[in-house]
């Protein structure tokens, strides 16, 4: 059994399914805020961008964090992964708490954004890992479905 | 949690006896959004600490698939935090919109 207070070798994969899901969500941006823009407006649209920033700085705060701690020690796996969910929480609350006021601000579109775009990146990303836990970001094979050839005499 | 809702409870009756039916709808919608985020954020709590500390003893019984484990420990941890994310857009919509 290692040792709780010894490093974990190796990059961190953590770091690389935020990567690979910070890089879906950057696709995406232009989509969403196209999708929040019909809906709702310009501030419809503003809001549903800034929504989907606060998502990815989130989601790669969180592998940021873990990934440092990774480094340190296991136990600071722990740590990092406890206090950086209080941290994170706040740090969504505080970048709220700084925009509610201002004009460009739709709440509704922002907060069904928020949980949309949370989800809607991890099963996307849990799609593409489920082929291997190994290698994150490694898109599942697609099934050939290619027709058999018939037998002769069988039909 | 008794004291909290009692005192809840007691600011929306003093803001209705003052006669004011906006500032009593506010403190309401205040008291309930301040709750509404408060045990959102309880459960993804435990889940999240279930789901470290389950991780790191597998990390530490078998270091050769500490990979697997960050991976997975990573997904769950989104996947919980969306509970109280959830919770969280619940409170600003109660409280902000």
């Known amino acids: 059994m290692t040792a709780l207070h010894e490093p974990l070798e190796g990059p961190s994969p953590a770091a690389q399914v935020a990567l690979d899901m910070a890089m879906r969500g950057a696709w995406m941006l232009p989509i969403g805020i196209g999708i929040g823009a019909l809906f709702a407006g310009f501030n419809g649209g503003a809001s549903v961008g800034y929504a989907m920033a606060l998502v990815l700085i989130n989601l790669v705060l969180s592998a940021g964090l873990l990934g440092w701690a990774s480094k340190i020690s296991i136990a600071a796996i722990a740590a990092a992964s406890l206090g950086g969910y209080v941290m994170r929480l706040g740090l969504i609350f505080a970048a709220v708490w700084v925009v509610k006021d201002m004009s460009w601000v739709a709440m509704v579109p922002l907060g069904i954004t928020l949980i949309v775009t949370h989800l809607g990146l991890l099963v996307w990303e849990l799609r593409h890992v489920s082929a291997s836990m190994a290698h994150p970001g490694l898109k599942p094979r697609t099934r050939r479905t290619s027709p058999q050839p018939v037998a002769a005499g069988r039909r | ?97």
């Open chain 2, 1 to 97: 949690m008794s004291v909290l809702a009692n005192t809840a409870a007691q600011a929306i009756e003093l803001a209705a006896e003052a006669g004011d039916a906006d500032a009593a709808k506010a403190t309401a919608g205040a008291s309930s959004a301040g709750f509404a985020y408060g045990l959102a954020a309880i459960g993804p709590g435990i889940g999240i600490g279930y789901l470290v500390g389950q991780a790191v003893q597998a990390m530490a019984r078998q270091p050769e698939a500490a990979g697997q484990v960050q991976t997975t420990m990573f997904l769950g941890i989104a996947f919980t935090e969306a509970l109280a994310l959830i919770g969280f857009v619940v409170f600003i919509l109660l409280k902000f919109a």
